[in-house]
């Protein structure tokens, strides 16, 4: 009868193993889950950035601030589950840059990716403006 007593304990500490290893791996597998969607929208808001830099006509549109322009761009751009603001500002004109306060009451609890680039000239005009953008899920 001394060795059932062994075995039961050998049983007790590996389903005590198997319950803390399971909680782990649910707790990991949960942190792993958010990290490439965040990477994801960072790397899509890079390149319509990098796109609107490059193109001559989006170039243009932030020059003249023509932001609907831009939206018809962004709408094609962006994924419908993401919401998306433009701000075209000058440089040193940082409170048109913000967002409005209905966006920042939605974006509440909401993780706000943001990213800028500047647009210096164009070939005929120099006009220098700050082009931010912010995305965050519905």
């Keep these: 009868m001394v060795g059932k007593r062994g075995w039961i304990r050998i049983l007790e500490s590996t389903i005590a193993v198997l319950l803390v290893s399971s909680v782990l791996v649910i707790v990991y597998s949960g942190q792993i889950g958010d990290i490439p969607t965040g990477m994801s929208v960072r790397n899509l808001e890079e390149k319509v950035l990098r796109d609107i830099t490059y193109r001559e006509d989006l170039r243009l549109a932030v020059l003249n601030e023509d932001v609907r322009v831009l939206d018809v761009f962004l709408e094609a751009s962006i994924p419908n589950n993401y919401v998306f603001r433009l701000k075209v500002c000058d440089l040193d004109d940082s409170p048109s ?9 939605a974006t509440l609890k909401k993780n706000v990716i943001v990213d800028e680039i500047v647009v210096s000239s164009n070939l005929d ?4 403006k700050k082009v931010r953008l912010y995305i965050w899920e519905k």
Excluded at 97 to 105: F, H, Q, S, T, W
């Design 125 to 128: 005009l120099y006009s220098p």
């Design 97 to 105: 840059c913000k967002l409005d306060v209905e966006d920042v009451v």
